[in-house]
């Protein structure tokens, strides 16, 4: 994930502020530290070796675009389950991320009522699809989809009982309207709150800030935990950590860097 700085879709990164994600040689031993640090991994990192029994770990759910599956999702996963208990570190032993988007009418599907995964969808924006057409509503919409998908189409089992990271990069398809994103990154966090999983956001302040810019502390993404990219050592990562996060009342509680060719992630303390 790194906003990465590379963007994954880029295969190389995103300049999430980040680092790469994740290309390079994944066979890597972990750095030498007595510091609690975890790995994010995903389609950049198939066929690799990974470092046995990280301190917790992140597997990123799509292969670099919102709508498509990561295809070494199910081995990443139980690589990731060799990570140790998790009452070592302050981070759930697993946990996941996807990517984000608003590709709007240029995508390969838009929404066009409130109605998916059959059912009806609460929508604060108003009703998708209405006339004059209300394009926050559907970016709304979208969001939801993108998220219900992940959670069950793309072989995640018990997907309530993860942290589930969206991944704001400038890399993915956006709006230049920032209040259709944040509609956008709203129903995604909605769906997720949903099914009782915790949301986090991981992006840049550079980046949050082009996407989405300041957020309304009336909104539902207020408050959810900051996951930081954009560090290449553990002690910038450290650094971050007093970083503003990406919403209001939220905090800082990972921050991300690079080593090895492999993404680290640094709990806050």
């Known amino acids: 994930m790194a906003t990465r700085v590379l963007t994954k879709l880029a295969s190389a990164a995103i300049t999430f502020g980040l680092v790469l994600l994740g290309g390079g040689p994944a066979g890597a031993a972990p750095p030498r530290t007595s510091e609690p640090v975890g790995i994010d991994v995903s389609w950049p990192q198939c066929g690799k070796t990974l470092p046995k029994q990280p301190a917790f770990a992140i597997v990123g759910v799509n292969n670099g675009l919102a709508n498509t599956t990561n295809p070494c ?19 759930p032993r697993v946990a ?44 709304y919409m979208y969001g939801y989809a993108k998220a219900y998908d992940d959670a069950t189409i793309r072989g995640v089992d018990n997907p309530q009982n993860y942290l589930w990271w969206l991944d704001v990069e400038t890399g993915n398809s956006w709006q230049a309207d920032k209040a259709a994103n944040v509609a956008d990154l709203e129903g995604m966090a909605a769906y997720f709150k949903g099914i009782n999983a915790k949301v986090g956001i991981y992006s840049t302040g550079s980046q949050w800030a082009q996407i989405a810019g300041t957020v309304p502390s009336s909104s539902p993404l207020a408050g959810l935990p900051s996951w930081l990219a954009g560090s290449r050592s553990l002690t910038g990562a450290k650094s971050n950590c007093s970083l503003p996060a990406l919403t209001p009342g939220s905090r800082v509680a990972l921050t991300q860097y690079i080593s090895g060719g492999l993404d680290y992630n640094y709990p806050c303390p």
């Open 73 to 91: 999702l199910a081995t990443e996963l139980a690589w990731a389950n060799t990570a140790p208990d998790p009452a070592l570190s302050t981070q």
């Open 96 to 139: 996941l991320y996807v990517n984000t988007a608003n590709p709007g009418l240029q995508g390969s599907w838009w929404p066009t009522s409130n109605h998916y995964g059959g059912a009806d969808v609460a929508n604060p924006y108003g009703v998708c699809g209405s006339v004059p057409d209300n394009f926050n509503a559907c970016s």
